[in-house]
T-cell receptor, first 115, second 111 residues
């Protein structure tokens, strides 16, 4: 079974620009979560999508948004990029079936550098 | 706000030594997961512990879930350079299955 894939793997953007990151979950997984990872803040939860609906949301500004498509693929968008947005963005998928432990399967991440 | 505190934040030891990483909270979790992350990759799930007092072994790694389901530990016996990485614990809440993440323990095993 193919793992979680994320594109692109590396990205360099300029302050003020916007960026869209893509995530394809493991086949059959209905939940996709997005995380921001930085050396100083660790792994920070951005949001989770389940059946095309945002189910949980972390404490990030509205510049960070996402969506999920009917095939469970997900995208996240960051508008008006700031230097502090430089981070590794990780996507994780899970089965998210009722009564099943929410084990996360991560992609390799997208390394975003804002200059 | 639910918090999960991991300690130590950083550990550098020689090959062959033993070590323990701790994950503590004042909150009760329905289960707790341990992940390992290597540079340039996403975290990989190592184990999930569900029952209070549960002990799981994965080769030289021993995971324990506290009786009250508020804390967990990871013990590595005879550490090897291949154990190097960032170890993360994540607690699963009862309410909405959201994961609460620890800040991680960066482990370096020197040959």
């Amino acid at each position: 079974k193919a793992g979680v894939t994320q594109t692109p793997r590396y990205l360099i953007k300029t302050r003020g620009q916007q960026v869209t990151l893509s995530c394809s979950p493991i086949s059959g997984h209905r939940s996709v979560s997005w995380y921001q990872q930085t050396p100083g803040q660790g792994l920070q939860f951005l949001f989770e999508y389940f059946s095309e609906t945002q189910r949980n949301k972390g404490n990030f500004p509205g510049r960070f948004s996402g969506r999920q498509f009917s095939n469970s693929r997900s995208e996240m968008n960051v508008s008006t990029l700031e230097l502090g947005d430089s981070a590794l963005y990780l996507c994780a998928s899970s089965l998210a079936l009722a009564g099943v432990i929410n084990e996360q399967y991560f992609g390799p991440g997208t390394r975003l550098t804002v200059t | 706000t639910q918090l999960l505190e991991q300690s130590p934040q950083f550990l550098s030891i020689q090959e062959g030594e033993n070590l323990t990483v701790y994950c503590n909270s004042s909150s009760v979790f329905s289960s707790l997961q341990w992940y390992r992350q290597e540079p340039g990759e996403g975290p990989v799930l190592l184990v999930t512990v569900v029952t209070g007092g549960e002990v799981k072994k994965l080769k030289r790694l021993t995971f324990q879930f506290g009786d009250a389901r508020k804390d967990s530990s990871l013990h590595i016996t005879a550490a090897q350079p291949g154990d190097t990485g960032l170890y993360l614990c994540a607690g699963v809440t009862d309410s909405n299955y959201q994961l609460i993440w620890g800040a991680g323990t960066k482990l370096i095993i020197k040959p």
